[in-house]
Nanobody, 121 residues
């Protein structure tokens, strides 16, 4: 089985920074794509950023230029550096990963439980 655990959320003032981490563990053979999503109360879940195993990235327009996604393949961990935070960035942030486990050819998508980010004005 595979588990994803996020950390790094918290309360920060507008203009501040936070760094989220999401570590995958279990019988992992390889991880292809990793993503960060967020969901604010009463709003739909939004894809914030994604990163391929080779390092190519994509971002939503709402965070481009402020957030940076990165990963450490040796640690099976993805990061989200969030700078110039705004109150509208307040949400629960969750990661997911497309994982191939040992002994299997297919990949499956696993989700973390989420971490709360609150930005005060």
């Amino acid at each position: 089985q595979v588990q994803l655990v996020e950390s790094g959320g918290g309360l920060v003032q507008a203009g501040g920074s936070l760094r989220l981490s999401c570590a995958a563990s279990g019988t992992i053979s390889s991880i292809n794509y990793m993503r960060w999503y967020r969901q604010a109360p009463g709003k739909q879940r939004e894809l914030v950023a994604g990163i391929a195993s080779g390092g190519s990235t994509n971002y939503s327009d709402s965070v481009k230029g402020r957030f940076t996604i990165s990963r450490d393949n040796a640690k099976n961990t993805v990061y989200l550096q969030m700078n110039s935070l705004k109150p509208e960035d307040t949400a629960t942030y969750s990661c997911n990963a497309d994982v191939r486990t040992e002994g299997r050819r297919a990949t499956y998508r696993y989700w973390g439980q989420g971490t709360q980010v609150t930005v005060s004005s």
